[in-house]
């Protein structure tokens, strides 16, 4: 008798799969290829072969020319975690958001290690000046510090099925062992020479979060990345991700514009008076170029 369960977590073509009555089995695809998730809900035959997965609410994943990458199924609302040090992409940033649009998750932005400021206030005025043209379309944007004190997330985790994503060493495992008692995820230092973060998380796992902290909230924490593709997504998606960019659409001289050299240009006009952020724009050129091209 085949049974159900939810993929808690990845590891590269096996599966550790929580079962409705709460134990846990191990699970695997049928072919070679595997289209699964951690969030899925699946079906599994006795022996472990995952036969199909339940009606997906959302899929978050990231693409370039070549393939596809999987980050979580079901999630209802995307962690952005970015740290004062080492420094983090605004660009990727902008990609995972026009992702999250795409797929109807609620962003967050964390702004990890913000305890630096007292001895290095440079590093969180630095921070702060990148993070200002998201916070002024209206996304949420969490300062704090995992290694003293996490709980600010709690009330927005509660009752969310939330993906944590982000540049290595931004301290998204320093998070999860904060907000997952026992969860023991291990961390490590940064890499100054290289200013970035060693990978420490290799896999995708999800926790459930305590109910006496966030109830009935999961977390699903994803290996560092230092790219985001988007070569799933057309030209009018990625357009339509730049929240910014909605009141302007339809609005240029040309039907197809591009917003690059075009006269007449809606979009261009609403940079040059403020109301759309230059750097959004430049984003956004660079994802359409891609999206055309075919480059990653």
Do not use: W
Request: hydrophobic content about 40%; proline content about 5%; glycine content about 8%.
């Amino acid at each position: 008798m085949n049974r159900h369960g939810t993929i808690v977590a990845a590891f590269g073509r096996h599966y550790e799969i929580e079962l409705a009555d709460g134990s846990l089995a191990t699970g695997y695809p049928r072919g070679k290829k595997s289209p699964f998730a951690v969030g899925d809900e699946v079906e599994l035959t006795p022996d472990g072969q995952i036969t199909g997965h339940g009606e997906r609410r959302s899929l978050l994943y990231r693409s370039d020319a070549y393939r596809q990458k999987l980050i979580a199924a079901n999630a209802t609302q995307l962690l952005l975690v970015v740290a004062t040090d080492p420094s983090f992409s605004d660009m990727l940033l902008s990609r995972a958001l026009v992702a999250a649009e795409q797929q109807g998750l609620q962003p967050v932005i964390v702004l990890n290690k913000c305890d630096l400021a007292a001895a290095h206030p440079e590093l969180l005025a630095s921070a702060r000046a990148l993070l200002a043209p998201y916070a002024a379309l209206g996304c949420r944007v969490v300062e704090l510090s995992a290694t003293t004190d996490a709980s600010p997330l709690l009330p927005i985790l509660t009752g969310e099925s939330s993906v944590m994503v982000g540049q290595s060493g931004m301290g998204k495992s320093t998070l999860i062992n904060a907000l997952v008692p026992g969860a023991a995820v291990p961390t490590r230092e940064i890499s100054t020479a290289l200013d970035t973060g060693k990978h420490t998380t290799t896999y995708a796992r999800l926790y459930r979060l305590p109910d006496d902290k966030a109830p009935g909230g999961t977390l699903i924490d994803s290996p560092g990345l230092q790219e985001f593709g988007l070569k799933h997504l057309n030209v009018h998606e990625i357009e339509y991700g730049f929240a910014e960019f909605r009141a302007f659409l339809g609005k240029c001289r040309f039907r197809d514009c591009r917003h690059e050299a075009e006269p007449g240009c809606a979009i261009k006009e609403a940079v040059a008076a403020g109301t759309i952020h230059s750097r959004r724009l430049d984003h956004f050129r660079q994802f359409t170029s891609e999206s055309r091209h075919g480059s990653h």
